[in-house]
């Protein structure tokens, strides 16, 4: 089947009345994910619908309250922002992880996660900074959390007319941030083999006073582990705190075993991943309370 | 100027920049799938879905009834041809199986095998037809294993095919095609006299050459039959006698023009489109293109063979080597023909040894037919006895270097492969080893080093070469084979130096299959050697002319005219340029032109070492490679910067190979990972800058000096690697790639 | 059904007709005849197919012809004026950093729009942003070799 009409609405209205009238349809925004399903068969859609011109769609606004990233907006134009970075620095990780800078150029932190990828970076990064889905359909606007947005591999939670507009996060206090590690046999151009991101908060002890860790390629979806997270909150994350959250994020990984790693080599380096994001996480936030002072 | 032994060069072995430099940075240079002609026509290929079944038929019909399709065909269009090997000039080749690789007759033997093809007006309405063809097929039991493979019980692929080389003929056919075995000396008594016996079995998985240029080609055949082929390989005519084979068409009425190459690596020394675009051509009377996708060329091409080497190596304890005794198991894949005894021969041939043994096995499996990759059988087989050698030197407490250098071989020694070797540089190349800094950098825990030898014979054969001298004085130098890494850049400084004259006034060019003499492949590293040998005998026969003509101007004797930096030279007269000789040509005799052809004798071995420092991620079992450095002895370097090149770029495919590439099969035996994402090549990012050392010890065997660079740089970086993670985790790891995961499981096992 | 686009290549205004899911790739080599962009594996993880679209690095391969409409798009065949090669493909030249050349056209666009941002990137910072050009023949060293000696070409012609 080859593809019969490509649309390119140019507003949000337009591209959800498509969608909702004719099926067949495939939403396009950076496209390094769909042509390559496309070419290996994986998907064949009838008709594509390209948002990327729908107004404000690709923009980037970081204010005082939080991030705003536009479904469509290339990761490049994420990483390249200084100020971005500084705040979000695991999830910036993460987006700068997805494929080439070729890739980068196109991609999008929205289109990573519609596609729902068990291994795409950037959701267990998004689901540690506590990242909500701007989600708008024929029926009206929702918010879904990101750790509920996918629900199996390459299965989200839109409907047929639903479109993912925009993300936000939350900005993180002061003694707070964020990491991501993920583990690939090459530095570059893979596939994770499993991935995790921390985001935590130190008391002015350092003392971890809150903390959300997710974990990626280690089950059908990224999954938020609020075991792992209780294991090293109330700690200062001590040898032992940190054994505990390995373990916790280990025995919350239920993996599959393919070409990219068994399901036991999985269970072991979620852990390890883990325990490392956690212990930069937590570096990076005694860098900012010191920096407040 | 034929000095090679003072190195009294003036062009050669500077760093020029290469003559076809500018049309590949600019994006003008041509490569296969970037011909087109008019009226040309897109062919697509239809491949098994299985790895092993019997074809009960094949219905073209539907595909052949779309509007747009102008042919369809099966391997019916080709001759079936009688099996046995000939002598095809690159090589032994049995063309039968040739030809039922490039179209299966009977029975599909791996996944990905051509069954059918389509020629249509576009590329998009060919795939369509693949999808209308129907074909029906048994599915037969497979093996893609060749441990597997050779069992009793094991699927058999050729029901003709019996083991050759067995002391009693074979009763049943079987997967392993022959045993070859070569022995001196008396091992049993080599055995006794030893302190220290280590003894390991290696697996080497499957890797592909991994060339960014997909194979393609254009093929017009006109209504006379003349059959014009456009196509990348490393050998147009290799391409134009295998076509004529295929398709059972004269040689003579086949012209193919090399397109630049993309990479080959011992990969592009077959055909597998140009015959199908051919009979398809024919058919259709129009020209026909075809360019594989990069799952084809996973699937379908190439590869690297797998292998299992069993290496039992006895030393006293001064680290001299009383025995050698070792089993090379190389995977054929669908079709005879590994490089088994190849790798066997070379992997003995730095040491001296007086008791010593090898068997080659030559297994089929249900994969693709295997194809050179570099030195061919060498880096599996150097796999075990380096990494044997290695643990001895570890437990006698001796330098691996120095245990080497103990046991290598020199000028004047025989060889292992039989022939007496004249001026080697091994020991050079193993004392420049030693005493490199990176040899004595200082390890860090979870570090570790590795030292490996690795050798490649280095091949002559036939090449041809014509030098066309133009008024003004330019100088086309015309040769046959395929530059696939700068090798018109050695060929015009060959040129210039013969000639005595400046490199600028040189124009090297690569002639199609009817405008220069034959030339074997671009393959074995023999490029820079013969053809650069024919060159050199060609422009030599310039300068002969040119002296008799400057004679005959001046109305001297012969003998009293040399030649001089590019001029011909007499007292009492000024000299006459090669320009000046060329204005004249008209009244001296005519153009200014010589061939020579020539089949090579004395090529020189090659010796390389690779000193390789890793350190490794104890919790995830990841290598890094810290440190990496390419020793070689080349001969002479005709061009230091792709000499280096060379030794970087084998280096680097031998680092992929040892670390992370390998073919993942399904149950089903179909590849997992035909795509660059998941087959992982290494990429910029994971390497650090690769130390190269260049030994220049000339080759008495060619005018200057020249070996051959390319096979080498791949033999040692295998074993240097896994030496270098045993070393970091203390382990004795044998199985490649060095996985992550099977580092982490060799840690935990500890 | 064909679809009209009208774009920009190298500068120059282009028009052509694709079917909704032709590559940009295809539309370059195969209908527009610029066969610098090569194409080596059709599923974004070589590079040997970058351009720049709209002054971002791209994958052709991995877009679509349609979505070129109205955009800008620059290929290896307007990365030198006449004349004159851009330092990169200088570079590349006078330090071997190619030997076949298959996948230089996609390290020459890349390289140069690293340098474009970033005047004097180090040894890891090249090798990270070439990470998604694949060359199998050199090793990348002496591509790397190159970049940063471009990158210093250009700061002192700037200078
Ligand atoms: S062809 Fe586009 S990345 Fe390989
Ligand atoms: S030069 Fe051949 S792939 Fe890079």
Known sequence: MTVSRFYSPQSIAEATAILRQQSGCQVLAGGTDLLVQMRNGVKQPEYIVDIKEIPGIRDVTLTNQGLTLGAAAPAQSVTERPDIAAAYPGLVEAIDMIGSTQIQGRCSVGGNLCNASPAADTVPALIAVGAVCHVVGGEGVRQVRVEDFNTGPGENCLKRDELLISLFIPRPGVGSADAYLRFTPRTEMDIAVVGAGVSLSLDPMGTVSAARVAIGAAAPTALLVEEAAAAIIGTTLEESALAALAAAAGAAASPISDKRGSAGYRTKVVGVMARRAAQIACDRAQQRQRRAH | MRDAVTNRFKVIGTRSVRPDGIEKVTGQANYGADYSLPGMLWAKVLRSPHAHARITSIDLSAALAMPGVHAAITSDVFPDLKAGMEDSGEGEVDFHDLSCNVMARDKVLYHGHAVAAVAATSERIAEQALAAIKVDYEVLPHVVDIGVAMAADAPVLHQDMFTVGLAEPAAAPSNIASRSEISQGDLAAGFAQADIIVERSYRIPTAHQGYIEPHACVVSVNQDGQVDIWASS???????????????????????????????????????????????????????????????????????????????????????????????????????????????????????????????????????????????????????????????????????????????????????????????????????????????????NGQGRGVAVGFWFNFGLQSSATINVHEGGTVAVITGNPDIGGSRASMALMAAEALGVPLETIKPHIADTESVGYNDLTGGSRTTFASGWAVINAAEKIVESCRQRAAALWEVDVETVSWADGAAVCAGHDPLTLAQLAAKADVTGGPLTASASLNAKGAGPGFAVSLCDVSVDRDTGKVDIISFTALQDVGKAIHPGYVEGQMEGGAVQGIGWALNEEYIFDSQGRLENPGFLDYRMPVASDLPMIDTVIIECPNPGHPYGVRGVGEPPICAPMPAVTTAVNHAIGAHLTTLPLTPERVLAALDSL | MAIHVTTSINAEPVEFLCEADDTLVHVLRDTLNLTGTKEGCSTGDCGACTIVLDGRLACSCLVLGVEAEGKSIETIEGVATPGALHAVQQSLLDHAGLQCGICTPGIVVAARALLERNADPSEEEVRYWLAGNLCRCTGYDKIIRAVLAAAQDLREAAS
Do not use: W
């Open chain 2, 234 to 444: 490393q050998g147009h005519f290799m391409v134009r006698d295998y076509t004529s084979k295929v398709l059972g068409v004269a040689v003579g009425s086949i012209k193919v023009t090399p397109a630049e190459i993309g990479g080959g690596f011992g990969g592009k020394t077959t055909v597998y489109l140009e015959p199908v675009a051919a009979a398809l051509s024919a058919r259709s009377g129009r020209p026909v293109k075809m360019v594989m996708t990069r799952e084809e060329v996973f699937r379908a091409t190439g590869p690297a063979a797998a292998g299992i080497v069993n290496v039992r190596i006895g030393a006293r304890d001064d680290g001299k080597l009383t025995a050698m005794d070792s089993e090379v198991i190389l995977d054929a894949g669908a079709y005879k023909g590994s490089p088994a005894a190849t790798g066997a021969r070379c992997m003995y041939a730095p040491y001296n040894c007086d008791n010593r043994r090898t068997v080659a096995l030559d297994v089929v499996t249900n994969t693709a037919k295997t194809a050179a990759y570099r030195a061919p059988g060498a880096p599996q087989a150097h796999l075990g006895v380096e990494c044997v050698l290695n643990e001895i030197a570890d437990s006698l407490d001796i330098d691996p270097i120095d245990l080497r250098l103990l046991n290598a071989v020199d000028e004047g020694d025989r060889a292992f492969f039989g022939a007496k070797y004249r001026a080697i540089g091994l020991k050079q190349t193993l004392e420049a080893a030693k005493a490199h800094p990176n040899y004595h950098r200082p390890l860090a």
